[in-house]
Nanobody
Framework: QVQLQESGPGLVKPSETLSLTCTVSGGSITTSYYYWSWIRQPPGKGLEYIGYIAYSGSAYYSPSLKSRTSISRDTSKNQVTLTLNSVTPEDTAMYYC????????????WGQGTRVTVSS
């Protein structure tokens, strides 16, 4: 049974760097041909795709966030990390990790989500 658990700070100040970790259990993040994605949902809005890191280690980012987003992994810990630089209040959202590519509607496994508030 694949399980995903997000963790990170609940509050981040503007201009700081946000770092969130997704810990995967019940399956390896290096298993072909799975992708591991980050998605967020601002309050009162829909889901917004952020990016993925593939089983091979290659990463993809949504064009709107690419310039300040990085997704990396630690295969020894079976963890995927999202780094978002220069955050603003518009980055306030629930952040989720999930198994899958860019088709959010196809995901079989989601984490519970972690809330991130960007505020002074």
């Amino acid at each position: 049974q694949v399980q995903l658990q997000e963790s990170g700070p609940g509050l981040v100040k503007p201009s700081e760097t946000l770092s969130l970790t997704c810990t995967v259990s019940g399956g390896s993040i290096t298993t072909s041909y799975y992708y591991w994605s980050w998605i967020r949902q601002p309050p009162g809005k829909g889901l917004e795709y952020i990016g993925y890191i593939a089983y091979s280690g290659s990463a993809y980012y949504s064009p709107s966030l690419k310039s300040r987003t990085s997704i990396s992994r630690d295969t020894s810990k079976n963890q995927v990390t999202l780094t978002l630089n220069s955050v603003t209040p518009e980055d306030t959202a629930m952040y989720y990790c999930a198994r899958g590519n860019t088709n959010v509607g196809s995901y079989a496994y989601w984490g519970q989500g972690t809330r991130v508030t960007v505020s002074s």
